[in-house]
């Protein structure tokens, strides 16, 4: 069974909803970006996203796009943030961690060596924002034969002819994109999320995780209640953003961190 | 390089021209790309559509325009025949507006409201800000910050036109970042929004529908140097940025294999400097939705371009581009900014013409190119744009004395 698998059926078991963390690799540097990685599931994260830096980040709001320039400038990369993977793992070795970001980095690896070399680092899904179905065919038979998971991502406008299109290469989890929009600006309405999960699991199995414009424990709970998942990402960013130089710089991303562990651990009861 | 039968007939259902090209975006963008797809496809196949994009090509924008022959340019350079193909006498003053005309015409057809798009000399922008006045649209343009200083009377000409200009100021502030803007705007506005890409590049159906769109500019010379000459031309020169004045020019005439058809890139300050040659310079990466040749470094990170001409500051290009440059069937070639700003004196000074910065570049590889060609061989030169814009970056770039004092 994958990391990922084990993960939602312990979950399922304590009758709960994983909290997915998302942080940019090498923001704002190598060493601080790494203590917070390591410090993620300590802190609550039972699910692990790490950002993979890119100059053009299309789909981002500008909290993760000053993140991936941060990362960039000091001397982030593809290579980086497989590194930083390696090191977590000898820190945790159960904790699912997902890699996000855009396609060009991974084709200038070469897909078929990426996914090897992912998968030997300790990476388990991969999430490709800019890589939909219509393309997909060259990236997921390498990640299938990795054994690593292709997260699809599946948005208000996947309507139920699209879905099956979609959630033909998913494995792992489903992320649902909560907004028509990019990371860290608005929030949808509960209403709208709720009928939303539902639509998705008459197309599927797998667990789903919610994330876009989730910014506050109270909101996660929220989402913990109806989805698998609750992923919250510009919102830690920013409060690492407002702590970059300061004692804070891992310990206040943490603590926010805590506070979300806590409102998708109260969620059920 | 084997030849193919034809070079005319991609891209295939998926969008892709070769290995490149494709649809590259996010998956809340998708749903719309296929609608944007499919209303082009009824489209173009439509007569009255078709009628009415001819008869505002006719009426509004003034086609055809001339392929004017430049006799003093001609001698100056003293080899071939050097005609000018007149995009800069269209109305707002360079080719953008032919396929503006076709994609605002599609827009409506769609229900749309609300128009975007991104701009980089601002000649893209004015096109679209005015035709989203003629049919009433609202109307965002994205522009880098650097550009929108260096193309200042273009950013007064789409506000005075009623179009909300927005300043973007990430990355180098250019065209790319533009583009990135572009598309954010569009994902968080899927509902209402018709993006009005302005150039050949982009994901399925752009590169293909710009590139139609943008034909009648090779059509007409067909039929002008078949009239003028008697004759195909012998070859075709065109400036690239993201390359749809080229494509117009050059895609009605990639099955005659007789004549030779020559793209130039911006080469800044130098291919061993900062410039704006992707073909050259770059390699096959995934940027704003395709696959084509892109500047970048081993990690996969997108460099920043430079070139005195805005439109052509660009990292990357259309990905019908690409694969003509891999079959071989179009040289692509590239033009340092000096070069540009001589052919953009000549022109003016021999000929009476204000070029485009971006035109400038084709004329500059047209002086390379005629010295050792026969007299009769006969060259047409895409002048895709006035270059009334550009008086501030050549005052800059020459200098007060040039000007006798009068900057
Ligand atoms: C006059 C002119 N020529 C050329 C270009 C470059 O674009 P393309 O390569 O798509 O023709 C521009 C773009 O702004 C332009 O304004």
Redesign the interface.
Same mark, same amino acid.
């Given at each position: 069974m994958s990391r990922i698998a084990k993960r939602f059926a312990k979950l399922k078991a304590e009758n709960r909803a994983a909290l997915v963390t998302f942080i940019t690799a090498g923001d704002p540097d190598r060493a601080t970006s790494q203590a917070l990685l390591d410090g993620m599931p300590a802190a609550g994260a039972d699910i692990i996203e790490l950002g993979m830096p890119f100059t053009d980040p299309m789909a981002d709001g500008p909290v993760i796009e000053l993140a991936a320039g941060r990362a960039l400038k000091a001397g982030g990369s593809l290579r980086q943030t497989l590194e930083m993977v390696t090191a977590f793992r000898k820190t945790d070795a159960e904790t699912p961690v997902i890699l996000m970001g855009y396609y060009n980095p991974v084709y200038a690896w070469g897909p078929e060596k990426f996914a090897k070399d992912a998968a030997q680092a300790g990476v388990d899904g991969l999430i490709i924002v800019d890589l939909p179905p219509e393309e997909a065919d060259e990236l997921v038979p390498f990640l299938r034969a990795a054994g690593i998971d292709f997260i699809v991502l599946t948005t208000p406008t996947s309507d139920d002819a699209r879905l099956p299109v979609v959630l033909a290469n998913a494995s792992g989890f489903v992320y649902y994109v909560s907004i028509a929009g990019i990371t860290g600006t608005a929030s949808a309405a509960q209403a709208a999320i709720d009928e939303a999960v539902a639509r998705i699991r008459r197309h599927t199995g797998l667990p789903v995780c919610v994330g876009f414009g989730i910014k506050a424990p109270a909101q996660a709970a929220e989402i913990a209640r109806v989805a698998d998942g609750a992923v919250v990402g510009s919102a830690i960013v920013s409060v690492l953003a407002d702590n970059i130089g300061k004692s804070g710089a891992v310990s206040a991303p943490l603590a926010l961190v805590k506070d979300l562990a806590a409102g998708v651990r109260g969620a059920r009861k | 390089m084997q030849s193919l039968n034809t070079y005319r007939a991609g891209p295939d259902e998926?969008g892709h021209f070769g290995i490149f090209g494709?649809?590259?975006?996010?998956?809340?963008?998708?749903?719309?790309i296929l609608e944007v797809e499919k209303a082009y496809g009824a489209a173009k196949a439509d007569p009255a559509f078709q009628a009415e994009f001819r008869s505002l090509l006719a009426q509004y924008v003034g086609r055809p325009n001339p392929l004017y022959f430049a006799r003093r340019l001609t001698e100056a350079f003293g080899g071939a025949k050097v005609f000018l193909k007149r995009e800069d006498l269209n109305h707002t003053g360079a080719h953008k507006i032919n396929n503006c005309i076709g994609q605002i015409l599609l827009a409506r057809r769609m229900g749309k409201q609300r128009i975007i798009a991104e701009t980089g000399a601002g000649q893209h922008g004015v096109a679209t800000a005015t035709v989203c006045a003629l049919f009433g649209m609202r109307c965002v343009i994205y522009m880098g910050a650097t550009d929108i200083e260096r193309q200042m009377p273009n950013v007064y000409r789409m506000k005075l036109l009623g179009a909300e200009v927005k300043p973007v100021t990430? @990355?180098a502030a250019t065209l790319?970042d533009a583009m990135?803007d572009a598309?954010?705007d569009w994902?968080?506005?899927?509902t209402d929004t018709y993006y009005l890409i302005g150039t050949v590049a982009g994901p399925h159906p752009y590169p293909a529908m710009v590139r139609d769109f943008q034909s009648v500019i090779g059509e007409e010379v067909r039929d002008q140097i078949m009239a003028q000459e008697g004759r195909l031309p012998d070859s075709l020169v065109a400036c690239i940025g993201g390359g749809s004045n080229a494509m117009g020019l050059f895609h009605p005439f990639l099955d005659d294999k007789s004549v030779r058809i020559i793209g130039v890139e911006a080469a800044g300050h130098g291919l061993d400097k900062l410039h704006a040659a992707s073909l050259t310079g770059g390699k096959p @990466?995934?940027?704003?939705?395709n696959?084509t040749y892109?500047l970048?470094d081993?990690?996969?990170?997108?460099a920043e371009a430079h070139s005195i001409s805005a439109g052509l500051d660009y990292p990357g290009i259309g990905p019908e581009h690409s694969w003509l440059h891999e079959t071989g069937r179009v040289e692509y070639v590239s033009v340092t900014d000096d070069e540009a700003v001589v052919a953009f004196q000549q022109c003016t000074r021999l000929e009476g013409i204000i070029p485009a910065l971006e035109s400038s570049h084709a004329i500059a590889h047209a002086a390379k190119l005629t010295p050792g060609l026969p007299k009769d061989h006969l060259m047409v030169v895409n002048l895709s744009g006035r270059g009334d814009k550009d008086v501030s970056t050549i005052a800059k770039a020459l200098g007060d004395e040039h000007l006798g004092g009068l900057v």
């Open positions: - | 998926r494709g649809r590259y975006v996010a998956e809340t963008l998708m749903p719309l990430s @990355g790319k990135n598309l954010r994902v968080s506005n899927v @990466g995934v940027l704003h939705g696959r892109l970048q081993a990690d996969g990170q997108i």
